[in-house]
């Protein structure tokens, strides 16, 4: 079995969640310490470190991402279209 960092389909949708959380925070001017504090009241303890390092790896839960979406108010997303072809295009995704 792959690790999931050598499995190119993987690491491709992580970074897609990655740059998803991101962009959302971006838009907002949210600072990972002030993400830390909005986490922190909904009762989720993340310090602004952590927030740094899980964010920048990509490789984060489902419910991690969406309990950041509710602290920063996000309520409505844009998700481009990856198409199946796109992913075939992936290095080592045919293996």
């Keep these: 079995m792959r690790r999931r960092k050598d499995n190119p389909i993987a690491v491709t949708w992580e970074g897609?969640?990655?740059?998803l959380l991101?962009?959302?925070?971006?838009r907002r001017g949210i600072f990972y310490a002030e993400l830390?504090?909005?986490l922190?009241?909904?009762g989720i303890h993340e310090t602004e470190r952590n927030l740094?390092?899980?964010?920048?790896?990509g490789g984060f839960s489902a419910a991690f991402l969406l309990q950041c979406l509710d602290a920063i108010g996000a309520r409505d997303l844009h998700l481009d279209a990856t198409s199946q072809r796109d992913l075939e295009d992936t290095p080592?995704?045919?293996d």
Excluded at 16 to 19: I, L, M, T, V, W
């Design 36 to 38: 830390a504090h909005r």
């Design 52 to 57: 740094t390092n899980k964010i920048s790896r």
């Design 92 to 94: 080592g995704a045919r």
């Design 40 to 42: 922190e009241a909904l």
């Design 22 to 26: 991101k962009g959302e925070l971006k």
């Design 16 to 19: 897609r969640a990655k740059n």
